[in-house]
């Protein structure tokens, strides 16, 4: 319960950035459609159809709830990556929190046999003792950057995965373009979209205009270092 009140404090601290229009956009949706397992369940059912294979960033908080969708998202070949264990803020913790934090996060996703390689922090916030962390502990790239400059890291070994701005939820939400104007901002783009599967599924027959591919492994992992489209989800 102690982490579910930081974790809306959180919430409301990044949320207020963007105005009180997107605070209370998303506190009447966040219960509806960001957590309904029924969305992911769809969404897997279309990758498997299609044969598409997509990065998941998922939180370890709960794991052990979390073990079918695991295992599925492994069978169809999906990366799994770490989103941190709780949905907490890194920019105001203390440095023995990150180490806390970011160690555990890693040692349950072992506890089920998954070594992840990359990592996305909550809200996207860092910190260069967050980098310094993750390097020590052996992830092979970070996905965390619209701007790939935003904090001076160069001294690190890993990856910086860059994103395409706008995210899905940026673009629709907080810039409020129509879905077409924000898959045509995409479209010819290099790097990751970071999407939401029920804003995916939502406009899926739009959506559907970026993946047509020969190529249809969208994985971070497998396109490091390469310039191409990658595609990933957030899970909670």
């Known amino acids: 319960m102690l982490i579910q009140i930081r974790e809306f404090k959180d919430f409301l601290k990044y949320e207020s950035k963007f105005g009180m229009r997107v605070l209370l956009f998303d506190l009447l949706m966040i219960n509806k459609l960001y957590f309904r397992d029924v969305y992911v369940k769809k969404l897997l059912k279309f990758a498997q159809y299609n044969q598409y294979k997509f990065t998941f960033f998922i939180r370890s908080y709960d794991l052990d709830k979390k073990t079918k969708l695991l295992k599925k998202l492994q069978k169809q070949g999906h990366e799994i990556a770490c989103h941190g264990h709780s949905h907490e803020l890194y920019g105001n913790k203390s440095k023995n929190w990150l180490i806390k934090e970011i160690n555990l996060s890693k040692k349950l996703f072992l506890s089920q046999g998954i070594d992840v390689h990359g990592f996305r922090s909550p809200f996207l916030s860092e910190t260069k003792i967050m980098y310094s962390i993750l390097e020590k502990l052996g992830f092979r790239y970070v996905s965390n950057r619209f701007n790939i400059n935003s904090i001076d890291c160069q001294d690190t070994k890993f990856i910086h995965d860059e994103l395409i701005y706008p995210s899905d939820w940026h673009g629709l939400i907080v810039e409020k373009f129509d879905i077409k104007t924000l898959v045509n901002e995409w479209r010819g783009k290099k790097g990751t979209l970071l999407l939401h599967p029920w804003i995916f599924l939502k406009h899926l027959n739009v ?24 595609i990933s989800f957030d899970l909670y």
């Open 207 to 230: 959506f559907k205009t970026i993946l047509n591919s020969n190529n249809k492994d969208f994985r971070i992992i497998k396109n490091l270092g390469i310039k191409s489209l990658n």
